[in-house]
């Protein structure tokens, strides 16, 4: 008898701490989003919706627009996948797939190391190894090859968008190349050996086989790089240029919504100014859970259409 | 039991420890005045605090976080002092009851990266230095610029503009200077800790900018004198108010402070951009402290002016050595005069 109260009265206890430490998270998420409405509040009252159009800074005449750091957050965050979805697939495949057993596990931990260097080292990196190796180099020679584009157009001055967004390549791979080799992993050797057994070559095996068995938890991957892109501070800040220009060309300097927040928090001693900056924070809030939300119901609904 | 015992003991000894740490200093002479404010003064300000430090005993923890935030924590008195790179309006500091007086002083260099052109050669007049940064002089080797440096061979390169990503009082200062001097960037832009800049790149902190006038061909950045010294960058010549091209040098500092009239400055509000003067430096500026005039703990009040003080009268190699320029003898007499007419306790009696 003593056995099972002791029994019950420990699951409740234990059931109900997880239960505190889970709302504890909604908490903080519902208090956060109260506070920065809060505190957005003499921005949203001065410039209303026109805020999220504006391409003006103007701490002089106290008029903000979050246009320029809007575009420049997606921007940077658009390239970044661009160039890390197709190389962690390939890392991904090569060290679930191709890579001999015994580089594996080395190349595997390698992989995971780079995710846990410091922002900010990735930042001076950029800033003082990849910069003029894009001013000196890949700008020139892209100008020449594709300079009739607005997208490669300007000076080539090795900071700006284009390196902002190598940057945080070089930053989200990890986690997408790692979650999406776990993945690759987890698909049943039956399966695979089925596809081979009918002929079919490797690729053949990972296209049809493979990236469709693992959809969701490929997704999954983008969308834990993707938010890691769209807050990235200090590794953007350092690169992107810090500019408000609104420009065609990704050669071109630009600002991002966390790396304005970096640069003028601490000096932002207006009313407007510093409500204009906590606007932009929701703004940023907002954009991560659109994003994520709009992955989970496009997720949803292909599954459905499978079923 | 005996474990019970000794966790009680463990406990205890701790007990004792933290009331050593925390009840010592209450009791004896290891006081702590508290300020935050400006970057640009904090070398100089720890470097202080650390001699103050081994003579008197007092300590100062001064917080680097930006005048802004300065400015935010003496309002919200939380700390004993707070530190400005820009001077307060006389209306402002009334409203909010504190006071100001300038500490140290340095100066604000354009510094540029020109193949083959070095330190103190290329000479600027202010309206170009002001159409620089207004993108209406776009090449290095535009006519205007070539008028002012016959003989020196000037490259049909891009100006790259680079300016501060953050808000500082660096900028301040320097957008202060094309305020007056050019009608154009009064109008278009104006004077303040961040501005809504027509070209450029913005760098993060002087070490931002130096590092994005030192990685592009053809750049032009602004930096604080000390950080263009350390860093031995090409910085250029300014053509001053009389009319003369001034190299930025400590002497040249002092030249511009010194032709200031500090004494008709209501509140020390006084802006040392653009002084007349033979050799004045056009982009100097000082940086300033702010107090309570009222002091309800005029002890602590007391000990922060002696610290200022102290400062004032043993500071000035210190602050030479790392390229700041010391407030000039007759500023000092005058600011010590302020202080005994403006700073009281809450019974009104006079503090210095």
Not at chain 1, 74 to 81: F, I, M, R, V, Y
Not at chain 2, 161 to 188: C, P
Not at chain 2, 192 to 214: M, S, T, Y
Request: glycine share 10%; net charge positive; proline share 5%.
């Amino acid at each position: 008898m003593n056995q099972t109260n002791r029994k019950v009265w420990g699951d409740l206890l234990f059931r109900g701490l997880t239960a505190l430490f889970a709302a504890g998270i909604a908490v903080i998420f519902f208090a956060m989003i109260v506070v920065l409405w809060q505190q957005s509040q003499p921005s949203i009252h001065k410039f209303g919706f026109s805020f999220l159009t504006n391409a003006d800074w103007n701490p002089v005449l106290e008029k903000f627009g979050a246009l320029i750091p809007i575009v420049g957050t997606l921007t940077s965050t658009a390239l970044a996948l661009l160039f890390a979805i197709p190389l962690s697939l390939g890392i991904a495949l090569f060290l679930a797939e191709l890579a001999p057993a015994w580089l594996r596990a080395p190349f595997g931990t390698a992989i995971e190391l780079l995710a846990a260097i410091p922002s900010i080292v990735y930042g001076m990196w950029g800033l003082f190894v990849l910069s003029p190796l894009m001013a000196d180099h890949v700008q020139p020679w892209l100008k020449a090859h594709f300079g009739f584009l607005p997208f490669f157009d300007g000076p080539c001055m090795g900071i700006g968008m284009l390196t902002a967004g190598l940057v945080l390549t070089l930053m989200i791979i990890p986690f997408i190349a790692s979650v999406t080799r776990d993945i690759f992993l987890m698909v049943p050797q039956s399966l695979k050996e089925a596809a081979y057994g009918m002929g079919g070559t490797t690729w053949e095996v990972v296209r049809d086989i493979m990236i469709p068995y693992g959809k969701k938890g490929i997704a999954g991957a983008v969308f834990l790089g993707m938010g890691r892109a769209l807050g990235e501070t200090m590794a953007v800040t350092f690169v992107i240029g810090n500019a408000y220009h609104l420009s065609w060309s990704i050669f071109a300097p630009g600002n991002s919504i966390a790396s304005t927040l970096a640069n003028e928090f601490t000096e932002a001693d207006g009313v407007v100014y510093l409500s204009s900056l906590i606007e932009l924070g929701l703004v940023l809030f907002l954009i991560t859970f659109t994003v994520l939300g709009l992955a989970q119901l496009w997720l949803r609904r292909s599954q459905g259409v499978k079923k | 039991m005996k474990r019970a015992k000794r966790t009680i003991k463990a406990l205890l000894i701790a007990a004792a420890g933290v009331a050593c740490c925390f009840g010592v200093p209450q009791a004896q002479a290891g006081t702590t005045i508290t300020g935050a404010g400006a970057t640009f003064p904090y070398p100089v300000y720890s470097k202080w605090a650390y001699s103050y430090n081994k003579d008197t005993g007092v300590r100062l923890n001064y917080q680097s976080i930006g005048s802004g935030g300065g400015i935010k924590q003496i309002k919200a008195r939380t700390v004993d002092f707070g530190a400005s790179d820009a001077p307060m309006k006389p209306e402002e500091m009334n409203k909010a009851g504190l006071m100001q007086f300038p500490m140290i002083m340095g100066g604000v260099v354009p510094v540029v990266n020109i193949h083959g052109i070095a330190a103190g050669q290329l000479k600027l007049s202010a309206a170009n230095l002001a159409d620089i940064y207004l993108g209406k002089i776009t090449k290095w080797n535009d006519p205007r610029i070539a008028a002012d440096n016959a003989g020196l061979k000037l490259p049909a390169e891009d100006i790259t503009v680079v300016h501060r990503a953050d808000g500082s009082g660096t900028t301040w200062i320097f957008t202060n200077y094309l305020t007056k001097v050019s009608s154009e960037w009064k109008e278009k832009v104006g004077n303040d800790k961040a501005v809504q800049w027509p070209v450029g790149l913005g760098g993060k902190g002087n070490e931002g900018v130096a590092a994005f006038v030192g990685k592009v061909d053809g750049a032009i950045g602004y930096v604080e004198y000390a950080y263009a010294l350390q860093n031995k960058m090409a910085s250029v010549l300014l053509k001053n108010r009389n009319g003369n091209f001034v190299a930025p040098t400590a002497g040249n500092f002092q030249a511009a402070a010194a032709g200031a009239d500090w004494s008709h400055a209501e509140g020390y509000y006084m802006v040392l951009t653009d002084q007349p003067g033979a050799n004045s430096w056009p982009i100097t500026g000082a940086s300033f402290i702010l107090m309570y005039k009222q002091q309800a703990r005029a002890v602590q009040a007391k000990e922060v002016l002696k610290f200022f003080d102290w400062s004032y009268r043993n500071g000035g190699k210190a602050a030479m050595e790392l390229d700041y320029v010391p407030m000039p003898d007759a500023v000092v007499k005058m600011v010590e005069a302020t202080w005994r007419h403006e700073i009281k306790d809450s019974a009104g009696k006079a503090i210095w």
